[in-house]
């Protein structure tokens, strides 16, 4: 079966990075490499009695008929079903360990034991390590994250699509959770409202801060949401591991002139940004320009401005900062925010997922972003 990755961009990393085989255990990675697939069981835990699951999947350098997984017996059936692409499945025990010795000896078969290894050095565990090192005495281990971020900082049309759903959905469920929520609704009750919401669109919730008033507390409290203060709700949620990262602004009753100046100068700000994305501008300059922009409005004392790629991973490639010279590539999904913490007013902010086009960028679940939600 053919890969759903680029097959030759791998290819072509792992070579610059001197690699043989690249094995990896991250969920975020072991969903990519196989095209969505993650045993549904530790879908969203991994400890179980005295150990963990952990899914080990190694890829040869040009040669991915001989890639291979190993998980639990108990995943075969699924395997199967979902026609995964990896030729072999080899069953272990729960343990982080084991996993790692049985992809030892599938590293020997393949004859690679000599060769140079790239493992997820932050996301491996000790025992994992330590068993590898012991049954690969002869081997080079590296770092894989470069590769696989690189792998991943594309996005195919399909994942895209994705991208367009649940940030659609997530932009969505805020604006109903802020026109519903009712008078003496605490931000515990409103953090309560998007997780409901996320769940009935088929979405694993995953965060929101909520922050109403000038208390500057982001988590979800008995804090109430009170006449005339604004609230923000960024949510964010994931669908078949795709993150959707979203902040929109509210306010019970009607926004201060001070609220509102600050709120269109983090639009402003946005939306100067935004023009400015395209494939081929500088990541640095496009960093540096959001502060500029935020300076302008006049605002910037308590302003601070955040730029990052969004993926399967929050705050993956591209990334932004000063003298950063990586070009934007058309493909790439990147979430640009604006924010402003006054003392008087709270906290003002405004979250957008923009998808990179070739000569501009397409926003992604806009709804709501340039307009307060106003609550009785």
């Known amino acids: ?27 975020h990675n072991a969903r990519y490499l196989t095209g969505g697939y993650f045993y549904h069981f530790h879908e969203r835990f991994d400890a179980m009695g005295i150990g963990r699951y952990m899914a080990l999947i190694g890829v040869p350098k040009g040669g991915p008929e001989r890639a291979f997984l190993v998980g639990e017996s108990r995943e075969i059936g699924q395997s199967k079903d979902q026609n995964l692409w990896i030729p072999e499945l080899i069953p272990s025990e729960r343990l982080p360990a084991a996993a790692a010795r049985d992809a030892a000896r599938a590293i020997r078969a393949r004859g690679l034991e000599g060769g140079t290894i790239a493992v997820e050095m932050d996301f491996l565990p000790a025992s994992s390590m330590d068993a590898l090192s012991k049954e690969l005495p002869a081997a080079r281990f590296t770092e894989a994250r470069g590769i696989m971020e690189e792998l991943r900082a594309v996005k195919t049309p399909a994942e895209l699509d994705i991208f367009r759903r649940i940030t659609q959905d997530d932009a969505e469920i805020i604006g109903e959770v802020f026109t519903s929520a009712a008078p003496g609704a605490t931000t515990r009750d409103v953090a309560r409202g998007i997780e409901e919401g996320m ?21 979800p409290s008995e804090k109430v949401w009170e006449p005339g203060e604004v609230l923000h709700i960024d949510a964010g949620g994931s669908f078949e591991g795709y993150l959707t990262d979203v ?32 494939a081929g501008a500088v990541c640095g300059e496009i960093y540096e320009s959001g502060f500029r922009h935020l300076a302008d409005t006049g605002q910037g004392e308590y302003g601070m401005f955040i730029i990052h790629g969004v993926g399967l991973v929050s705050h993956e490639l591209p990334r932004f900062g000063k003298g950063v010279e990586t070009k934007l590539e ?42 307060w939600y106003a609550a009785e």
């Open 330 to 371: 058309e493909g790439m999904v990147v979430s640009i925010e604006t924010d402003i913490r006054h003392p008087e007013v709270g906290y003002v902010k405004i979250e957008d997922t923009v998808a990179v086009t070739a000569d501009g960028c397409e926003g992604l679940g806009d709804l709501g972003r340039d307009a």
């Open 247 to 278: 902040c929109r602004m509210g306010v019970r009753g009607e926004p201060s002139r001070l609220a509102d100046a600050l709120f269109q100068a983090c639009l402003a700000t946005q939306d100067k940004v935004r023009k400015e994305i395209r």
């Open 199 to 219: 769940t009935v669109r088929g979405i694993h919730f995953l965060w929101v801060f909520t922050c109403a008033g000038s208390a500057m507390l982001r988590s």
């Open 1 to 27: 079966m053919t890969p759903p990755y680029d097959s030759e961009k791998l290819d072509r990393l792992m070579d610059a990075a001197g690699v043989d085989l690249i094995l990896t255990n991250s969920q």
